[in-house]
């Protein structure tokens, strides 16, 4: 099974950086997902790594460590949208995904 | 494109009755996910499927949850008889076989009195 860990709250300004950690525990591994949830709807993806490394897409870029079971999403330039919980993931050999709980960001102005 | 789309988008029952929802996944996508999300979680997945079999249903609860997909397109999920601890989001998902993204519906808010 998986056990994936990720703080439950974070706050931050806008037009500030934010960092969401996320450790994880695998009984398999076959990639690390980052999705975006805005409050009462679809989780939307955001970010994919499957090898060591930074992954840069706009604002939003993700890092992925293996030997550590450890990512972080980093949010930059903050905007109000971007409120929202954020889902760390990770997906095993069977190509199933197991969700953290989640981390709700609010930005303020 | 279109999306998944899922109904009903919200339903209230009380507990023991029965309920059933519906999933249209993005045509083409031969994997579907049913999803339950309780507040303050993430989703966990009940059931997949990969066109019209099951791929993984271990953590589905088999004595009051059933979900099928007749014809490897839409799929529907049933609870008989509905308990409390069942009031959660259900969400559908899909995807290109083995692909990368997962694809969400908007999901059906459950809430049993």
């Known amino acids: 099974g998986q056990n994936i860990d990720q703080p439950t709250e974070m706050t931050a300004t806008e037009g500030a950086i934010v960092q969401i950690n996320c450790t994880y525990q695998t009984s398999g591994f076959n990639g690390l997902f980052w999705y975006q949830q805005h409050a009462g709807e679809a989780p939307t993806f955001l970010s994919y790594n499957v090898l060591d490394g930074l992954e840069e897409k706009g604002r939003f870029s993700s890092f992925l460590s293996r030997s550590k079971g450890y990512s972080y999403l980093l949010l930059k330039e903050l905007q109000m949208k971007d409120s929202a919980s954020y889902l760390c993931a990770v997906r095993d050999n069977d190509y199933k995904l197991s969700f953290g709980a989640g981390t709700t960001v609010t930005v303020r102005a | 494109e279109a999306g998944v789309a899922q109904s009903p988008r919200y339903k209230i029952i009380e507990k023991r009755q029965s309920v059933a929802f519906w999933c249209n996944p993005i045509s083409g996508h031969a994997t579907l996910y049913w999803y339950q999300q309780i507040l303050g979680q993430g989703p966990k997945l009940l059931i997949q499927?990969?066109?019209?079999?099951?791929?993984?249903d271990s953590q589905l609860p088999k004595d009051r949850f059933s979900a099928e997909r007749l014809k490897g397109v839409d799929s529907t999920l049933k609870i008989q008889p509905a308990k409390l601890e069942d009031s959660a989001v259900y969400l559908c998902?899909?995807?290109?076989?083995?692909?990368?993204?997962?694809?969400f519906g908007p999901g059906t808010r459950l809430t049993v009195l």
């Open positions: 998902a899909s995807s290109l076989g083995g692909g990368i993204e997962q694809f």
């Open positions: 499927f990969q066109n019209n079999g099951v791929v993984d």
